[in-house]
């Protein structure tokens, strides 16, 4: 049987695909020529995001999706909303860079949850956001070092960060398994697919036209705009968001040919819990915070609205995932919280799949294809917050203003090398990965 998460056809089963607010009514773009000032291709959050800016600002905006709102990596991801990337630490970005540039993409990921909440806030959008913070816990002792190195980093560019002990983590998490920490204050967790629907409402309601079922089969130059061209009609723009991400040409040739060969798509699991009783519920992760730990396999929860623990994992080989997850993580959870032996093996009613793009070394990448046309790519599995707070940046750096594209170090892409080893290369390095983590 075809794997549902793979069909581009139908929405992905999901806790989110089942406990989202409905999306707003959309339809394929309709046959014949169209125009507008800015295309956006894909409907996540980056895209929409980045629609949302303009039609805000009264200007023509359409965004064409291949398959619905939310469908790819912005609909199925975790819905941690963490300002911070996985390795890319923000000396490294200054580092990589440069200190004008890099300091600007610190900046931007310093406020990106803050600036997803605030969206939430002025959108009224009805996505299960629950600003309480973002933890991670140090797995062993030796793991606080880093901890230390990245509370001082990110405090000395302002952002809401505390350093934690054992003890102050255990009564953030309900339990000794960790050995300190640090917290960002402005993180959080949402129902992601909600707030992808929550964003094409708002970006409708400004005046954006956003159009499913509409997939972009090619992008040309068009005098001194851009033309692109679906199955129904086509577009002519002139300015470009090109918003596909881990999913560029993943399912379908991308509209920018060998942008995919610029990155990794990499397989994220996450699942769910049946609900967990609250007397139970009330000793595991008490203030509701959203967490994620050091280990490399990582360990990563937050509850939803109806008391189900969401979490996931990695697998190396990907056959009969659902049910060696199942037990995997069950066992996992088990270890850290003894007290859900109550329960025997956790129950899991949701388990389902997406990709990431990831980069070789965990940097995202800024691209200025063309003149009027942006992208960006590699958000290694923090794309929530980032990608969201990029929309607007994107936008206006599209629209050829100054200020955006000062703001961004837009380099050229760069291809990976040897992509399909890379690929295979990286799911067998989850078991040096694993190594590592019981180790100092």
């Known amino acids: 049987m075809p794997d549902p998460n793979r069909d581009p056809s139908r929405l992905p ?3 989110w695909a089942e406990t ?3 999306a707003p009514a959309t339809a394929p773009l309709p046959a014949g020529e169209h125009r507008c000032d800015l295309l956006v291709i894909g409907a996540g959050f980056t895209g929409l995001s980045a629609a949302l800016h303009a039609a805000r600002e009264g200007i023509p905006t359409m965004v064409l999706e291949a398959a619905e709102i939310g469908w790819g990596a912005s609909g199925r991801n975790n819905g941690l909303a963490i300002p911070a990337l996985t390795r890319a630490d923000p000396d490294v970005l200054v580092a990589a860079f440069g200190p004008d540039k890099g300091e600007s993409v610190v900046s931007i990921l310093r406020d990106s949850a803050q600036f997803l909440f605030d969206l939430v806030r002025a959108h009224d959008i009805r996505c299960e956001a629950r ?3 973002w933890l991670q816990p140090a797995h062993r002792a030796s ?8 509370h001082a980093q990110w405090q000395r560019r302002g952002a809401p960060v505390d350093l934690l002990d054992r003890d102050q983590v255990e009564a953030l998490t309900g339990t000794r398994f960790w050995h300190g920490g640090w917290i960002n204050r402005s993180g959080g967790h949402i129902n992601p697919l909600g707030f992808a629907r929550g964003l094409a409402r708002a970006a409708i309601d400004a005046g954006a036209q956003v159009c499913t079922r509409s997939p972009v089969t090619a992008l040309a130059r068009d005098g001194d705009g851009w033309r692109a061209t679906t199955p129904q009609g086509a577009v002519r723009a002139r300015a470009v968001v090109l918003a596909t991400h881990g999913y560029t040409g993943l399912f379908a040739p991308s509209p920018w040919p060998d942008l995919a060969r610029t990155m990794v798509p990499t397989r994220s699991y996450q699942m769910a819990t049946r609900p967990i009783p609250p007397a139970l519920r009330a000793g595991i992760l008490p203030t509701d915070v959203a967490m994620s730990d050091t280990h490399n396999d990582l360990h990563f929860a937050h509850w939803d609205a109806e008391g189900r623990l969401v979490t996931g994992g990695a697998l190396v080989i990907p056959l009969g995932y659902a049910h060696r997850l199942r037990a995997r993580i069950s066992d996992r959870w088990l270890r850290v919280y003894p007290q859900l032996a109550a329960l025997g093996t956790l129950q899991f009613d949701h388990v389902w799949h997406g990709y990431f793009a990831s980069t070789p070394d965990r ?4 691209h200025r294809l063309a003149d009027g046309v942006v992208t960006w790519l590699g958000c290694n599995g923090r794309g929530v917050a980032l990608g969201t707070a990029l929309g607007p940046v994107l936008a206006d750096a599209a629209l050829g203003r100054a200020e955006a594209l000062a703001r961004l170090p837009f380099e050229a892409p760069r291809p990976v090398a ?4 890379v690929k295979r290369l990286a799911m067998a390095a989850m078991l040096y990965y694993r190594w590592l983590d019981g180790r100092d």
């Open 131 to 133: 600003q309480t913070g």
């Open 418 to 421: 040897a992509q399909a080893a």
């Open 363 to 366: 940097i995202p990448r800024f």
């Open 20 to 22: 989202a607010e409905p």
């Open 143 to 150: 793991r606080m070092a880093l901890a230390r190195a990245r």
């Open 13 to 15: 089963p999901s806790l």
